[in-house]
């Protein structure tokens, strides 16, 4: 076996504490279409309504042409609909522990990671199947969006409904950051980076807290990244067999 993946393996055995922060990569295995491999498969970036991707999905396009960004919305869901957990999402989900907690702070809407049977997910992108008001405080899980109105109104207050998801240029939730900070206070033992192109500020500044802390940076992508100069230990694989073989070699078997 790869000494890297001994060396991993050996400090995951030991780990109190591990964050994962994991992006589209980790659904790529359940044929969900990746952010950029979704935006590439738009002839010069735009959508068939002439408008790039990341417009139709902007706050500002929810609340001035709702249509707009609820047929991109739909879309979104229609991507996600019937997709079950993959290998990478079922070995993190069995890796706590009496003596482990893991964390797993994901960009993914998917909600996957929980179906997996994780506990402790950040959803820092919010969850399509979420359904809220954008004026009162209505809201409603709907597990499909199949057979509903293109332009659904509040049933309290007959407002517009919007997915719980953050858009292009809104805010992420205050309270799922709150709770992401607070983690990151108490510190990690191990810290992941799984399937992330790593745009973000607040999925880098994790990585380079870490690196201060001297806390060690595992990076599972096929490609690179802007946070992979700083990984201790980078691993240029799919998320689901690399974990395999990473979890078994902390359970001191082989995979
Ligand atoms: P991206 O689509 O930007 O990147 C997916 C990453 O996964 C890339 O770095 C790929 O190299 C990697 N990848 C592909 N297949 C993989 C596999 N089998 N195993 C491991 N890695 C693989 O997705 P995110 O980084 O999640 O934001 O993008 C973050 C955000 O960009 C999205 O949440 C969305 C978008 O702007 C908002 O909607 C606000």
Redesign the pocket.
Known sequence: MNSDIIQVGARLRRARRVLFIT????S??SQIP????ATAAFADGLTEDGVPFEAA?SGETLRRNPALSWKYLARLELSIRGKTPNAAHHTMAALPSPERTVWIAT??IDELHQRAGSRNVLEL?GNLRRIICTQCDYSVRWETYEGRAELPRCPECRSGLRPDV???GESLPGDVLGAFADEQQQGFDLLFS???????PYVIEPVLAARRRGTPVVE????A?PVSHLADFRFAA???PMLQQLAAAANGSTA
């Not at 992006?23 to 980790?26: I, L, M, P, R, Y």
């Not at 990746?34 to 491999?37: A, K, P, Q, Y």
Request: no cysteine; glycine share 16%.
């Open positions: 992006g589209a990569g980790v790529a295995e990746t952010f950029r491999g999905l960009q993914n992108h953050v858009l292009y799984v399937g992330t192109t790593s745009l973000f599972i992508n096929p490609e990244t799919a998320a689901g």
